[in-house]
């Protein structure tokens, strides 16, 4: 199993651009969240998502959009990025089980400038 | 909202020797699960031990125990027998029950913990 894999490892945007942080499991996990990772701040949640088709916000959503039309895939849109966004983004999935473990990706480092 | 409190934002620790590493939350939930992840330099983050708030026993890996006071909301890390290995960044984390639709974790803002040979 190849666990939790992230792509791209690093990206440099400019103000005002788009892009997607990809983000897959092959564990067959119902549960994956996205977490932004900032200085002194740990790691905040941003979207998560229970199954297929059924995502929700986490504490800082604002800036980012998500879906999920498969297990396996859960990306992470940056409609227009801001400065602000600039941080390491964690993907995690975990099994709808009571072990409530989250499996983490590798992560992407993201600058925005 | 739950809230999840490091209050050492550094500590350091000589090798073979026993260092604690603090944590404290504010929740009004009587289930829940508690965690503790280390982030070596490499970024991956990795579960050390879970506590789940129902059981009185505290959680013990090899070196790594809590110490879970569920009254005071404490849960506090100890590693026994350090290694320059344990050298990373610890982070607590809260999680209450899962709901249908509940999968946040909160965390702290993070311990980095030094292992000096």
């Not at chain 1, 409609?79 to 590798?106: D, H, K, M, N, W």
Request: proline share 4%; glycine share 6%; with cysteine.
């Amino acid at each position: 199993n190849a666990g939790v894999t992230q792509t791209p490892k690093f990206q440099v945007l400019k103000t005002g651009q788009s892009m997607t942080l990809q983000c897959a499991q092959d564990m067959n996990h119902e549960y994956m969240s996205w977490y932004r990772q900032d200085p002194g701040m740990g790691l905040r949640l941003i979207h998560y998502s229970v199954g297929a088709g059924i995502t929700d916000q986490g504490e800082v959503p604002n800036g980012y959009n998500v879906s999920r039309s498969t297990t396996e895939d859960f990306p992470l849109r940056l409609l227009s990025a801001a400065p602000s966004q600039t941080s390491v983004y964690f993907c995690a999935s975990s099994y709808s089980g009571q072990s409530y473990e989250q499996y983490f990706g590798p992560g992407t480092r993201l600058t925005v400038t | 909202a739950q809230t999840v409190t490091q209050s050492q934002p550094e500590m350091s620790v000589q090798e073979a020797e026993t260092v604690t590493l603090s944590c404290t939350y504010d929740t009004s939930e009587n289930n829940y699960y508690l965690f503790w992840y280390k982030q070596p330099p490499s970024r991956q983050m990795i579960l050390v031990i879970r506590q789940e708030a129902y059981k009185q026993q505290n959680a013990t890996e090899n070196r790594f125990s809590v110490n879970f006071q569920k009254a005071a909301k404490s849960f506090s890390l100890k590693i026994s027998d350090s290694q320059l290995g344990d050298t990373a960044m610890y982070f607590c984390a809260f999680m209450k029950q899962r709901g249908r639709r509940n999968n946040d974790m909160r965390f702290g803002a993070g311990t980095r913990l030094t292992v000096k040979p």
